[in-house]
């Protein structure tokens, strides 16, 4: 029961970083084409834009991190795991690839946290707009919780496996 509740949290939350993804994408090359059109053309470039730019990429960037942590295409050495043909070494090995990417993930979680604290003990605003840079490093955070939460989805799933069960 726990476990199909999970499974739509999780088609939703893919849906809506499939909008993200669009939208940030379509920004960035709205944004980046205005640029390059502008400067080509009139021959000057537009304060603020490149900052808007910037935060299109940062969340582009992040929740593309995000669907590949979910899709578990992170990097990963698979020369091992071609090797191995024993399923419970396989299973072991599966978990030792959990392990290790939720360690990293949750020192990556806690690089964003000291992130979130300096931000808000030291607000700096863009240049040219005066927008809070939370705007752009709020992907990070985002994307350090997210990160998380899928590496301990992957351990739970390593530790059914070395069980030789199925989560319900």
């Not at 994408?25 to 808007?52: K, N, Q, Y």
């Not at 599966?94 to 979130?116: E, Q, S, W």
Request: glycine share 6%.
């Amino acid at each position: 029961m726990l476990w199909r509740l999970f499974e739509r949290l999780d088609r939703l939350l893919m849906h809506l970083a499939g909008w993200l993804i669009i939208l940030a994408s379509l920004s960035l090359i709205i944004l980046v084409a205005f640029l390059v059109l502008d400067r080509l053309a009139i021959g000057t470039s537009w304060m603020g834009i490149h900052e808007l730019a910037l935060m299109a990429a940062m969340w582009l960037y992040m929740i593309g991190a995000i669907v590949a942590l979910r899709n578990r295409e992170h990097i990963a050495v698979d020369y091992l795991a071609g090797k191995i043909t024993n399923p419970r070494g396989s299973a072991l090995l599966t978990f030792t690839n959990a392990l290790i990417v939720l360690g990293v993930t949750i020192f990556f979680a806690n690089l964003a946290l000291d992130l979130l604290t300096w931000t808000m003990t030291r607000p700096q605003r863009t240049p040219a707009l005066g927008l809070s840079q939370f705007w752009a490093q709020s992907a990070i955070i985002v994307a350090a919780g997210f990160a998380v939460i899928y590496a301990l989805r992957d351990l739970v799933l390593a530790i059914f496996g070395l069980a030789g069960k199925q989560p319900r």
